[in-house]
Nanobody
């Protein structure tokens, strides 16, 4: 059984930092990713990372967010700096895309999500 458990979300002020973690069990994936979603809107790509450490970021988070992974612990991280109110969302980690890594429909496995709220 595949399980992804996210942690690290919370309520912070604009300009603060947070670090999200997602521990995966039951499956090892070449690609791990983070998405985010605001109620009533589509789930959007944030960042992804391959087994060898190649990363891709959404333009909206470039130079502020950094994705990384610890392959020995099957865990992916998202370091979020200079947070803005528009970063407020539920953040989800995902494994094993079958196609376009930026497309949430391509992913097989998802975590339960962790809320990030940034106040102005």
């Amino acid at each position: 059984q595949v399980q992804l458990v996210e942690s690290g979300g919370g309520l912070v002020q604009a300009g603060d930092s947070l670090r999200l973690s997602c521990a995966a069990s039951g499956r090892t994936s070449a690609v791990m990713a983070w998405f985010r979603q605001v109620p009533g809107k589509e789930r959007n790509f944030v960042a992804s990372i391959t087994w060898s450490g190649i990363t891709y970021d959404a333009d909206s988070v470039k130079d502020r967010f950094t994705i990384s992974r610890d392959n020995t612990k099957n865990t992916v991280f998202l370091q979020m700096n200079s947070l803005k109110p528009e970063d407020t969302a539920v953040y989800y980690c995902a494994l094993e895309p079958s196609g376009n890594y930026r497309d949430p429909e391509a992913y097989t496995y998802w975590g339960q999500g962790t809320q990030v709220t940034v106040s102005s």
